[in-house]
């Protein structure tokens, strides 16, 4: 009886009794909910241009954000390091084009995923190689960001706003604005919609499909380094980060793999959720279910719903 | 020249059914089994027991978990370390509870139950597949290594949070714990991964592994032919289970002697997925080249610039040895994607007919 207590009533009341705090975590719940929409679209971008579920995005925001930083290490001015930080990106781009897919094209979907975890290995260690493992600070002040928070009395409790956070949420947003005129107006976002289509009927049409995925992996690296930037000025940028990219793969599942609204929505939820969840209800559990709490949500989405909010019902069913 | 099959004439389905149809084959195999049995144990030093040998039987033993569940029934999986994991920690509680038991039946006992946990967390593949069911197995890795930690029962409420293996003894001679000798632990691990192996090999030639192959080369074709995917995807997961299990377990008994939950992260899924893919999947032998492959070519690029004097920091060798390992697996998937095994299968080929090119 207790335990249903615990579990089914106790947490409102505890929400009821402190609604500063409830608004608090929802805050949390939400910054983090758009970092992980952020790398969502990262792999959203990729799936939809070329088919190739990218394994390597998580590593891509923790290059980026390296090169950043390493760059600025060595006296380089931090805008003309974020410009540089960008033809590394860009030149990324094009050497897995060139390497990789173009070798691998018309191979089973599986292959591809499977070649770029080798490229996220690859990537490790170059990183490390090249700037060394222990963890950075971000250059927030130096990119002009806002740093500290805003205080906001409400319900007789303070709100903490960090002002990086605010940041965060409205770059974002711009982003995905920038994206979705890029996909739908412009030429070459045409372009990304016939490939994502029908591969056969692009190139029969003229569109070089080696030239539509070097944007789009350049795409995807923009995004990598804006979640790199967003999230080292949170955190320190390291190559724990990685691994919290992963998240983005529930994301994608709630959302849909080919969908960047689905993508957005799905972040907030996970990132909603798991805040929600591991402040009212971990403690029942012992505290630290945010490592998998996306997950199993992931999962039971799965079992009724395996086309996400807002897939395509493409899924083949067995 | 040597390798000829002519005149090994088969007057039976027994025969013709073998598992090494051809003489030399199983006289190779006899060979290598010798040289793992009696040659090593007599001449290998402590050190290549212990850090070459050992570890690598290990592995082979988890790729071959891997390979039943993704190269003969084309369900990804990125759960191993965790499945491993939970052969591993059963194994500890089943020494707890039944300390007179022999280990070595412990060890196959706690593969059934990673066996049922991975039957639970393979419900999904009856519902999707590909990239979605990374995700579900991803949700075992980090669920499963949550419980490592956080339920204290089952590492007996020590302090640090790891499992420390107790003495056990076989006919006397200790084979756990910090008394037993390498060349002890050696052997027994050599013995279950071998009789596992075989194993192995025959379930997948029988019916339940082609089973397996019909679902993964075409599902729907497999059902219309009278395979029921329910069983044949949950067996795969089951089998493949129970074999990261026993490799869990084996790992931490017979190998590390104590563990914490950092043994059975998701680079260790990771690890495993390569050793997979570079031997290649669907492929026994294979398995056992991977692993062989990821696991020993570290251990020459950390003694290569000793060797030719150049001094290189460790850290510099384990980075680069990611590059490398990370560009192998691009270069196998585009150059060779049925892996090490397809390119000993080539040079088989090749001998048959030698000196003739075809």
Not at chain 1, 26 to 45: K, M, S
Not at chain 1, 140 to 168: K, M, V
Not at chain 1, 180 to 209: E, K, N, P, Y
Not at chain 2, 280 to 308: D, E, H, K, N
Request: charged share 10%.
């Amino acid at each position: 009886m207790e335990l249903i207590y615990n579990i089914l009533i106790d947490p409102f009341v505890q929400m009821g009794e402190a609604p500063d705090f409830l608004l608090q975590v929802l805050w949390e719940g939400f910054v983090a909910g758009t970092l992980y929409a952020l790398i969502a679209l990262g792999f959203v971008l990729i799936f939809k241009a070329s088919g190739v579920f990218n394994f390597a995005q998580g590593i891509m925001v923790v290059f980026a954000a390296l090169s950043l930083v390493g760059l600025f290490a060595l006296g380089i001015p931090a805008y003309l390091a974020l410009a540089l930080a960008l033809v590394i990106m860009g030149l990324l781009a094009i050497s897995v084009e060139r390497l990789v897919l173009r070798h691998l094209v018309n191979q089973p979907d599986i292959i591809l995923f499977m070649s770029t975890i080798g490229l996220t290995y690859f990537l490790i260690g170059l990183g490390e190689l090249v700037f060394g493992g222990d963890p950075k600070s971000m250059i927030t002040t130096e990119l002009g960001l806002p740093t500290g928070a805003t205080d906001i009395e409400i319900f007789g409790g303070l709100l903490i706003l960090q002002h990086i956070d605010i940041a965060a949420a409205v770059i974002a947003a711009l982003l995905v604005a920038g994206l979705a005129f890029f996909f739908s107006v412009t030429r070459v976002g045409r372009a990304l919609r016939a490939v994502a289509d029908d591969h056969q009927a692009a190139l029969s049409v003229g569109i070089s499909l080696n030239q539509i995925w070097v944007i789009v992996w350049f795409a995807a690296g923009i995004v990598a380094l804006t979640t790199g930037i967003m999230w080292g000025a949170r955190s320190d940028v390291s190559f724990a980060l990685q691994i919290i990219a992963l998240k983005a793969l529930p994301v994608l599942i709630l959302g849909g793999f080919t969908s960047v609204p689905g993508a957005i929505i799905g972040g907030l939820i996970i990132g909603f959720g798991e805040k929600l969840f591991e402040i009212y209800w971990g403690g029942l559990l012992g505290g630290g279910v945010e490592a998998w709490f996306a997950y199993v949500i992931a999962l039971i989405f799965l079992l009724f719903r395996p086309q996400g909010l807002f897939g395509e019902k493409i899924i083949e069913r067995i | 020249m040597f390798y000829r099959e002519a005149g090994q004439f088969k007057a039976t389905y027994e025969a013709d059914q073998a598992l090494f149809p051809v003489r030399q084959d199983l006289l190779g195999v006899l060979a290598i089994l010798a040289v793992a049995f009696v040659v090593i144990p007599f001449s290998a030093s402590d050190f290549f027991l212990n850090s070459i040998m050992i570890p690598f039987l290990v592995f082979a033993l988890a790729a071959i978990g891997l390979n039943i569940l993704t190269g003969f029934c084309g369900q990804i999986s990125l759960g191993t370390g965790a499945f491993m994991g939970v052969g591993a920690y059963a194994c500890y509680k089943l020494t707890t509870y039944f300390p007179d038991v022999n280990i070595i039946i412990l060890v196959f006992c706690s593969g059934f139950f990673s066996a049922g946990i991975g039957m639970i967390f393979g419900l999904p593949s009856l519902r999707i597949k590909g990239f979605y069911l990374v995700v579900t197995t991803l949700a075992a890795q980090f669920f499963l290594e949550w419980c490592f930690i956080r339920i204290a029962w089952l590492y007996n409420y020590n302090e640090s949070g790891a499992i420390e293996v107790p003495q056990r003894l076989l006919f006397d001679t200790p084979i756990t714990g910090a008394a037993a000798e390498p060349v002890v632990r050696y052997l027994i691990v050599l013995s279950i991964v071998v009789f596992m192996a075989i194993l192995a090999s025959n379930v997948i030639r029988g019916r339940i592994g082609r089973g397996w192959m019909m679902i993964r080369d075409m599902d729907i074709a497999a059902e219309l032919m009278g395979i029921r995917p329910l069983y044949a995807k949950l067996s795969a997961f089951a089998f493949s289970s129970f074999y990261c299990g026993v490799a869990g377990a084996l790992m931490v008994f017979f190998w590390l002697g104590a563990a914490e939950v950092e043994s059975f992260d998701i680079n260790h899924s990771f690890l495993i997925l390569f050793m997979v893919i570079i031997g290649g999947l669907g492929s026994i032998a294979g398995s056992f080249m991977g692993a062989a492959f990821i696991w020993i070519l570290p251990v020459l690029l950390r003694a290569l610039p000793g060797y030719f004097g150049i001094d290189v920091g460790a850290a510099t060798v384990e980075h680069i040895n990611f590059m490398i390992i990370g560009a192998l697996i691009v270069f196998f998937l585009i150059v060779e994607p049925a892996g090490l095994a397809r390119l000993w299968s080539i040079a088989r080929q090749k001998l048959r007919v030698w000196p003739f090119p075809y």
